[in-house]
């Protein structure tokens, strides 16, 4: 049975999009069969992948209003290994409609559940927020991995967002746990950076990725281009960093995960209440 990972952080512009597409990208390369379902209003994983949100006559909201079915809305992506389930701007409107829905908190992981045997990895890019869509993805995954700019306020929304983990694991999902903390937008040539990447790993240790994303221009530019990085420039800094990042994300899922994800959660949500 394929591993639910939703990929989430409440701050935006820490390379979380990137990150989904980039990893799903890396995963399909290395033949593991994966989808990439795009929970963002934005569409961006969508058009990171080369497929047009606006060219989708069916896309997630259809699928998470039960006017399509999850296999009607797979995409096909240049990836033999990738799928993505698209989104356009039409999702903005799923919050207030699924509202009047039962089970609503649960609706995401009742449509994946049909798509978990075609898949090893499926992987949710949420939206840059907390609400309706994000629990929704937080009640559908297994683990979360938690993408972590190299600056100081990112480390200060860091402890929002786990205190919203572990109201999750209290209420809706109790096994969810943390995949991993993964630094991103890391330039190791300034002290501010260097200096939050030793206290994010002292505080929590191997849960944080030794793989770390680079600030680097042709990752910033790929979107653009409507190409992982992985086919816009295989040879840039951040593509091996993915590739490097699929490859530990891989060996982490043979051995079991980084152990203490949900304990991790749990003592942070207590000092956030403390």
Do not use: W
Request: overall charge negative.
């Amino acid at each position: 049975m394929g591993k639910i990972i939703s990929i989430a952080n409440q701050k935006g512009g820490v390379g979380k999009t990137t990150t989904a597409v980039n990893l799903a990208a890396s995963l399909a390369i290395a033949e593991r069969r994966t989808l990439l379902v795009d929970l963002d209003p934005q569409g961006n994983a969508t058009s990171g992948v080369g497929y047009a949100g606006d060219d989708a006559q069916r896309t997630i909201y259809q699928a998470l209003l039960g006017l399509a079915t999850p296999a009607e809305v797979l995409q096909q992506t240049e990836f033999s290994y990738l799928d993505i389930i698209p989104a356009d701007p039409d999702l903005i409107g799923a919050e207030m409609e699924l509202l009047h829905y039962e089970r609503r908190e649960f609706i995401l992981a009742d449509r994946l559940s049909s798509l978990r045997e075609r898949y090893d990895y499926i992987l949710i890019d949420c939206s840059p927020s907390l609400g309706l869509l994000t629990i929704n993805a937080l009640a559908a995954a297994d683990t979360i991995l938690i993408p972590l700019q190299s600056e100081y306020y990112a480390m200060e929304g860091l402890g929002q967002l786990l205190f919203t983990v572990r109201r999750v694991q209290e209420t809706l999902n109790p096994g969810l746990e943390i995949e991993g903390i993964l630094l991103t937008m890391m330039d190791q040539r300034t002290t501010l950076a260097r200096q939050v990447e030793k206290e994010v790993r002292e505080h929590f240790g191997p849960l944080v990725y030794q793989a770390v994303i680079p600030r680097n221009v042709r990752l910033s530019e790929s979107p653009s281009h409507g190409k992982p990085i992985a086919l816009y420039d295989v040879s840039s800094t951040g593509a091996q960093a993915y590739f490097q990042l699929a490859d530990e994300f891989m060996r982490r899922q043979a051995a079991g995960g980084a152990d203490g994800g949900a304990a991790v959660a749990e003592d942070l949500a207590g000092s956030q209440t403390g």
